[in-house]
């Protein structure tokens, strides 16, 4: 049996949590709920359209943006777990999301879902080398990145910005530009290159200047 010592108030862990990680919590909450949206979209269970699915991975940027300026304002609460929780987040809102909208407006081949699947495993490489390099990357004076390795995984939200002019123009489905072909039997939209080299940008060693 535990000792008193050991033991720990329920729910506890909600204790730990700073402003900043709150908002981080909302960005990963946009893009979940971008991605339920999407799920019912394909179900036929929504008679509502897509936008919101398109609008709150710019919401997520947004709480992912203040979640650092807000960590800034506090340093006095520095989180226990900020910075997996902002990748985890980020994997979440600027992977995910941003992929399962691309299958819903019809890029669902066998050759765009491994494209897409290419895109978001960048992402994660992405963000575990960050996690993994940020302190060799510090600068010590300041306490702040000097430059991001690779493309930042939030870069995705011009994906989105694309994927809506599309479906705005109605060039989804079927008609999902910029075309389909056909590669050892299976369909294969050429839109999810641009993912591939997004993801691609991702995991390079190109220094991106921290603003």
């Excluded at 997996?84 to 399962?100: C, E, H, K, T, Y």
């Excluded at 809506?164 to 489905?173: D, M, N, Q, R, S």
């Excluded at 072909?181 to 939209?189: I, L, Q």
């Amino acid at each position: 049996m535990d000792s008193m010592t050991d033991r720990r108030p329920r729910l506890s862990m909600l204790r730990t949590y700073t402003p900043a990680d709150l908002l981080t919590l909302a960005n990963a909450s946009c893009g979940t709920i971008s991605v339920f949206l999407c799920l019912d979209f394909l179900a036929g269970e929504s008679t509502a359209s897509l936008w919101p699915s398109f609008l709150l991975p710019l919401g997520a940027l947004a709480f992912d943006v203040a979640d650092g300026y807000v960590a800034r304002l506090t340093p006095q609460r520095k989180s226990m777990m900020g910075g997996d929780l902002d990748s985890l987040a980020d994997v979440v809102s600027f992977g995910m999301a941003p992929a399962v909208l691309a299958y819903t407006l019809g890029a669902r081949g066998i050759w765009d879902v491994l494209c897409l699947t290419y895109f978001v495993c960048c992402g994660i490489s992405r963000l575990a080398r960050f996690n993994a390099t940020a302190a060799q990357l510090t600068d010590d004076g300041t306490g702040k990145v000097r430059y991001f390795e690779g493309a930042p995984i939030p870069t995705s939200v011009v994906l989105v910005g694309l994927l809506a002019l599309l479906y705005g123009y109605g060039l989804t489905g079927p008609a999902l530009w910029p075309g389909v072909v056909r590669v050892a039997g299976g369909a294969f939209h050429p839109l999810t290159l641009l993912f591939v080299a997004s993801g691609s940008l991702m995991i390079s060693t190109v220094r991106v200047p921290k603003p």
